[in-house]
């Protein structure tokens, strides 16, 4: 059609959407009125009325054929049809409350679970940080670099046209007499420009900002803002004590903005990187001058046009020229030096990676939304045994197959949208509980599970997958059934003898394979991570307790630091309830606080180096702990001198250096990625310790050095750590934080805990992990049984018939009991062998690609337990399911069904 008549006829074709009553008035009256002129020119000719009116309406050929024919015109058939099926499948689903009921529970609670599941991987891994600018274009480096080295990688000024470098640090705030434990970042001028964020109030930092000797400036989220300086509008420009200096508040952070990569690096305060060591210990020694500290995170925002690969293969090729240049001890190994990462991402990952990531999920969710779509398909066809006259005489009359399956498809597809949209509501409301999830740990991250847009969409494709997945074949099958059988009126059907190929079992088969598959996948996960658990940690929890000090970031200078930490020891140790007291710059079993220097060790001159975790600790550190020496000797006084070449190490270090070689009495070296370090002689080797979640032997190895004055006289990154066994008597928290304060009032402890604590807190989300997936192994379990049960009950209702017969002519009830449970026997059999193979393959693929998988099913996936309980409880509940329905089919009565036939 020409332009002009399409704009003649869509408004036509819209005000018969709109005004339907009135078009449709309109057009009764006019074809009435060419009615009435056939009848009387007819009556004209000398017919009689009678004859008229009929002869009249075979000119016409009838009037609601005519006014098909109109409509037809309009072009908005579909329409109509699409409003007529929409009607008539609500009052279909009306008039059968308990399956709508039914139907809508069992697929909306399998939609709430994968959207929320979905909702969960989307706020923790594909979000961008909230309120930065152009996130696609942020690359972050996944390793760690030095501040010269970033200045060079960032000469390349034709691959980035912004970048930026930052560390993060814990800082001592003070403001109207509270003193505040805070996370923050040390941040480059660039660091809000390559964001292209906007700040609350004030300004961000300048180029002004980092010159040598200008008073420190600082920037605060809008969280402290709000929370720790009431929001007060005339901030700026105030001044807060930052670890005992002061500091002038330029600017306040945007609502929701807690850093780059807030999951890994979150913060509340933001100083410059130039700012002096009195606020910032971090860079005291020259930090910006130095290769063997890589502490920064450097971010980078490429040209127009450049792809991450070309950065990353120049950026290798000059990680490659540092080496030889600075002749690093790793310049030979095989591998790239630097890799890349989306930098915009509220947790950065490879790209690569993500597939398996979003994999994870959809494995957990998508069984059990096979499991949930399966046993609504065998309702469906259930219940359309029930209409297969109806859809017989419909079809009798005219009505084609494919609009049959059209208006099955559509009841579907309104049970579908009423499951995804209670799904959806389900599913926010549980990661709105999610994200209330406050973590035990003193960093400022706070969780945003909320469906977006994203996840909107992917419960609107999940609800169209439903439709498909649980409708189609039920109702294809459902309008193929013989014309015949279905006009009779008992409605029976003629059942072959052996029925395990036809669609209803090929369902019960999927179910059964899925839920075995769900219940393994989360019995692997659940028993690896119980180990990970339940391990013996290799130190004595009990009344032990322990307080963090960081008397630098009170204020204290470093000699005052040293002689204060040295007066708080003796004042502890001489308390009646104390049993023993150290020092340490770490503790077993935390979640935070890491060193953030990769500390090497290996035997001088050897060439074998291991990367290890370092523990700077007082004499009596292993004792109060109750950690064991193996051979050698503990730390003693005369160790702790700025002179001590004293070393212990732990079984993993012995292990990895030394190679079965006695380590007593070696000279070990210990450094940093790039330089080399302190040499010492090893004293003693002390016993394997869990520092967070190991399986078996695969426990870190720890370089124990001793804590030397002039280490006290520094910053650590958490402050060192008074460990105290105690005595059961009174509050010993309370009791440990008065008695530091008496020492000396500038200094404020923090995070008093037992071990007991900080071992509850480091396995809660490993706990929630089990929760979780025990709740979904369970949920599957119940479907899948209450479908099979579903499933066997409708198949012996449908062959009442059958029985009655087979019991008439001589049928025992036993072998009526047999037939129905051989059936139900091997689905069972032929599920339980699919579910097990499919749930290997699953849980052997994630463990390919997912690290937390495989340390988890580890030593739990040819668990004996695990292979012989879960398929031995499916298969009693499954044969639970049929047994009742063929116990029940040994009660038909023959009589009633000799009668009815």
């Known amino acids: 059609m020409s332009p002009k008549q399409w704009l003649y006829v869509i408004p036509l074709r819209l005000r018969s959407i709109f005004h339907r009553q009135r078009v449709e008035s309109e057009l009764d009256e006019e074809l009435r009125f060419h009615l009435g002129m056939k009848i009387e020119e007819n009556i004209a000719k000398g017919m009689r009325p009678e004859e008229a009116r009929r002869s009249a ?28 099926d929409l009607r008539y499948g609500l009052r279909t689903l009306a008039g059968s409350p308990v399956f709508t009921a039914v139907a809508l529970i069992s697929l909306s609670l399998g939609i709430a679970v994968a959207s929320a599941t979905f909702s969960i991987m989307n706020g923790l891994v594909l979000r961008d940080v909230p309120a930065i600018g152009e996130p696609d274009s942020l690359l972050v480096f996944e390793q760690a670099l030095s501040y010269p080295d970033y200045k060079r990688y960032c000469e390349r000024i034709p691959l980035f046209s912004a970048s930026t470098a930052y560390t993060h640090a814990q800082f001592s705030v003070s403001d109207r007499g509270s003193t505040h434990r805070i996370w923050g970042h040390l941040v480059s001028s660039s ?31 809008y969280e ?6 009431g929001a007060d509008p005339n901030a700026i420009g105030k001044t807060l004590r930052v670890n005992g200096q002061a500091c002038t508040v330029i600017g306040i952070g945007p609502r929701d903005f807690q850093g780059a990569s807030p999951m890994n690096y979150g913060a509340d305060l933001w100083l410059p990187v130039t700012a002096p060591p009195g606020v910032a210990p971090e860079l005291a020694e020259g930090t910006l001058e130095r290769r063997d500290r890589p502490i920064f995170h450097v971010l980078v925002r490429l040209q127009p046009g450049v792809l991450p690969e070309r950065a990353e293969a120049e950026l290798d090729a000059i990680a490659r020229q540092i080496e030889q240049e600075t002749q690093d001890h790793g310049r030979d190994r095989i591998g790239r030096r630097i890799t890349l990462l989306p930098g915009g991402k509220v947790a950065p990952m490879p790209k690569q990676g993500l597939p398996y990531i979003t994999g994870y999920c959809f494995v957990l969710g998508g069984i059990i ?21 109806e859809i017989a005489v419909r079809l009798t009359i005219g009505a084609s197959r494919a609009r049959l399956v059209r208006q099955l498809l559509t009841e579907c597809a309104l049970i579908s949208s009423g499951a995804g949209l209670l799904g959806f509501v389900m599913a926010a409301l549980l990661t709105k509980v999610a994200s209330r999830i406050q973590l035990p740990y003193p960093v400022p991250l706070h969780f945003d599970f909320t469906p977006d847009a994203r996840v909107l969409a992917f419960t609107f494709a999940l609800t169209a997958f439903t439709t498909l997945s649980f409708g189609l074949a039920p109702a294809v099958q459902a ?30 088969v999927s179910q059964v394979a899925g839920s075995l598959a769900l219940l393994l996948i989360t019995g692997f996960l659940v028993i690896g991570h119980r180990k990970l658990v339940n391990g013996t940690p290799g130190f004595n929890s009990q009344d032990l307790y322990m307080i963090s000090v960081d008397a630098i970031r009170d204020g204290l200078n470093g000699a005052e630091s040293a002689a204060y930490f040295n007066k708080v020891l003796n004042r502890i140790q001489t308390q009646p309830f104390v049993v023993s007291a150290a020092l340490g710059s770490h503790t077993p079993m935390e979640m935070i606080g890491r060193p953030s220097e990769p500390v090497l060790a290996g035997p001088v001159g050897s060439g074998v180096l291991s990367m290890e975790r370092r523990f700077d600790v007082s004499h009596g550190y292993l004792s109060a702990l109750s950690i064991p020496i193996l051979r050698g000797r503990d730390f003693g006084e005369e160790d702790e001198t700025d002179g001590s070449t004293a070393v212990i190490i732990n079984e993993a270090v012995a292990q990895n250096c030394f190679q079965g070689k006695d380590p007593v009495g070696q000279r070990i070296e210990i450094g940093t990625q790039g330089a080399g370090g302190r040499v010492g002689y090893v004293v003693g080797i002390a016993g394997r310790i869990r520092d967070g979640v190991s399986v078996g032997n695969q426990l870190p190895g720890i370089v124990y050095l001793p804590l030397r004055p002039k280490d006290m006289a520094r910053a650590f990154s958490q402050g060192l750590t008074l460990v105290v066994r105690a005595r059961p008597t009174g509050d010993i928290l309370v009791n440990l934080q008065r008695e530091i304060k ?10 008093p805990r037992s071990m007991e604590d900080q071992m509850d807190q480091i396995l809660l989300g490993i706990r929630v992990v089990l929760l979780v997936y025990g709740a979904i192994g369970v949920f599957g379990l119940i479907l899948a049984s209450v479908g099979l049960a579903g499933l066997t009950s409708y198949s012996v209702a449908q062959r009442r018939h059958e029985i009655g017969i087979r019991m008439a002519i001589g049928a025992q009830r036993i072998n009526i009991f047999g037939m129905v449970m051989k059936e139900g026997i091997v689905l069972i059999a032929i599920g339980t062998i ?46 639970l399911c049929c047994y009742l329905p063929a116990r029940r089919a040994t009660r038909v009565d023959p009589l009633e069904t000799l009668k009815c036939e």
């Open 479 to 508: 309008t193929g059934s013989s014309l015949t059988i279905g006009l009779k009126d008992d409605g029976s059907t003629v059942i072959r003898r052996f029925r395990c190929l036809n669609l209803r079992s090929l369902l019960v």
């Open 834 to 879: 699919v579910g097990f193979a499919a749930a290997r393959v699953a849980i052997r693929a994630l463990a390919g690609f997912l690290s937390d998988v495989a340390r988890a099913t580890e030593t739990s996936a040819a668990e004996p337990v695990l292979l012989f309980v879960a398929p031995t409880l499916l298969a009693f509940l499954a044969l």
């Open 224 to 229: 402290f803002w709000k929370n720790q300086i």
């Open 191 to 221: 660091y809000f420009t390559i964001l292209r964020v906007n700040p609350a109030l004030g300004r961000f930092f300048d180029r002004q900002d980092e010159l040598p000797g200008r008073a420190p400036s600082v920037v605060l989220s």
């Open 742 to 751: 008496t020492v000396d009032v500038r200094v404020v402890p923090f995070h």
């Open 57 to 84: 309406l075979l000119a016409i050929g009838g009037l609601d054929q005519r006014k098909e024919e109109c409509r037809d015109t309009r072009g908005l058939r579909w329409l109509d049809d699409l409003r007529r």
């Open 369 to 389: 939304l096979l499991i949930a779509s399966a046993n609504v398909a065998n309702m469906l066809l259930a219940r359309s045994a029930g209409r297969r006259k």
